[in-house]
Each structure stands twice: as C-alpha cells, then as structure tokens.
C-alpha cells in the first residue's frame, strides 16, 4: 500500500497555498492560486467555493491523499473546526468551516488559527523540536501567537488565547494605534505593515520591508534605527508572554525574520530587561527553521491527527 499523504493547506489575504505532505513533513508538491480573501464582504458562500474548487482539482491528482489540514485566519472554536469569529473577515461568526469541506470534498477536514498552525509546525518539524513547551510568533503583516503547552497546542477557551500581537508595549499618550483600535500594541510597531509606515513617517520614502532590511545592510540610519526599536519592543512583549508562562523557548518566522541581525540583539537586551532575574538569560529565542513552511506543516500535523 502507498504512504499516506495528506493536503496542508495555508489561507492568506491575497493567495492560499497548499501542498501534498507525507508523514515524515516531506513536501511532495505545491500549488498556490491568488485569491483575495480579505474583502471584508465576502462571504462564506464564496469562500467555501473557491477553498472546494481548488483542493478538488489537487485531489483529482492523487489518490494517495486522505485528508486536509487547514491553517486559516481567525479564532477557532478549540479543535472543533468551526471559526468563532476572524478579524478580516466580519461575516465568518461561528461559521462550521472543517464540517463544510467534509462535507463538500468527502474527505476528512480539519481547521485551526493559521498561527497555531505554525507554532504545531514548528514544534513538530522545526527549531521547537522535543521542546514539551514552545511560544511561537508569526511575524508579518500583523503578528501573531500560538502556544503549545506541555506537548498540546493551547486555543483558550474561546479560541483567542495568544493574541500576542496586542501586547501593549507602550503607555504613552502618543503611544501609535493599532488596527485593534488600541494604542500601543506590539504589531503598531513590529510588524510588516507598521515597520514600512514608520520608515515613511521618518524618510518620506514609501518601501516594503525587504528594502528598508537591504538599507540596513547597506548601513542606512533610518532603517537600523527602526529595526532596533523593533527589536526592543518585541523583547518587551516576550518578556510580558514568558512572565505569565515561563516557557524557555521562542520562535519566530514570517517575512520580518528576514532582518533578524538588526532585530535580534536589541530583542535580546529589552527581553532580559523586562524579565524577573530567576527567568533572565534563560529564555531561547530561534528563527524559523522551516522558512515560510511553518504554518503549512503544522496544518499537515493536524490533518495526520484526524486519520491516525
Ligand atoms: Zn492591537
């Protein structure tokens, strides 16, 4: 009999990604179509029809495949595969997204919170391997957590544990908003987006964040300055995580991740600043070993439990 294999699936705002996966996280094939999910009308009609259309045509592929993992963006009811509610989405509200696809595909779905689904990833395949307790961050256009405590994935009790983007980092009257609607969190400052917004407040030069990293390299002011300040304030937020779990081990992927030489030991000094002395120089910080693969071996992960 062939290997079982299963399809990893990783939603995004504008495309969605999936790959045929066997047990040992090998990547066997990939497929990604653009697609724009982040208009806030769309409904779950039409996400359910172009989520089916697209994994139907990679199912007709291989008969090998036995289920579907999906890491997808919003707050999921436990492990159940129904979505509570998602940030850019208003329309998802409970809405049965796993028990649909089955339903749809004939083939057993499962569904967590896409950064869950790289914190199961990076425990499972990556550089939080044989750690019984792993904090991961995602850090992209937003920032995101996910939490596996002692060996289980933790969702919280209505699916919105972890939402360490939203670590407020800074008390002051002119602390920057977030797309939360608060001032002062994490993601107003290290994320993606924000990182680009400050670099242009400063400069005036409008550039995604690939090329304020290359101007650090090239040793531009503006652009260390940003990142470093970054780097502290993402230090202070994992300290704030690591005082209430006291968890040793940190990983981080996402595109920021690309300047981890600029962020890192200004996230280092700030972590072991705000730190209570017993937890100080004890708490390990790792990129990614998995690259941008992440979130779909962990959506692989999940799709092996449903079927073993
Ligand atoms: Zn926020």
Redesign the pocket.
């Known amino acids: 009999m062939s290997q079982a294999l299963v399809l990893a699936v990783d939603v995004g705002g504008t495309n969605i990604r999936a790959a045929i996966i066997n047990a040992s996280g090998t990547i066997l094939d990939e497929k990604r179509i653009q697609a724009d999910l982040s208009q806030q009308d769309i409904s779950e009609h039409e996400i359910l029809s172009i989520l089916s259309q697209f994994l139907l045509d990679i199912l007709q592929t291989s008969e090998a495949i036995q289920a579907i993992g999906i890491g997808f963006p919003g707050f999921f009811m436990q492990d159940s595969g129904v979505i509570a509610a998602s940030p850019n989405l208003p329309k998802l509200i409970h809405f049965p997204l796993a028990e649909k696809l089955t339903h749809m595909l004939g083939i057993p779905v499962k569904a967590q919170n896409d950064a869950l689904c790289a914190a199961i990833g990076e425990h499972r395949f990556g550089a939080g391997q044989g750690k019984s307790s792993l904090l991961h961050i995602t850090l992209g256009t937003g920032i995101g957590g996910g939490l596996i405590l002692n060996h289980t994935p933790y969702t919280g009790e209505t699916g919105m544990a972890m939402e360490f ?2 670590i407020c980092v800074d008390y002051h009257p002119n602390a920057r908003r ?5 001032d002062g ?1 994490v ?2 400052y290290a994320s993606a987006t924000s990182i680009a917004d400050r670099y242009a407040e400063k400069t005036h030069i409008h550039c995604n964040t690939q090329e304020i990293f290359q101007s650090a390299m090239d040793g531009e002011i503006h652009a260390i300055e940003i990142l470093a300040e970054s780097g502290t304030y993402l230090g202070k937020a994992i300290a704030e995580a690591i005082k209430l779990l006291d968890i040793h081990t940190v990983t981080i992927s996402g595109g920021v991740v690309g300047a981890w030489q600029f962020l890192y030991p200004h996230m280092l000094t700030s972590l072991n600043q705000h730190l209570i002395p017993p937890l100080k120089e004890h708490i390990h910080i790792l990129p990614s070993s998995l690259g941008d693969h992440a979130g779909i071996l962990g959506a692989a992960s999940i799709a092996f439990e449903g079927i073993n």
């Open positions: 983007g939203h977030c797309g939360c609607g608060n969190c993601e107003a």
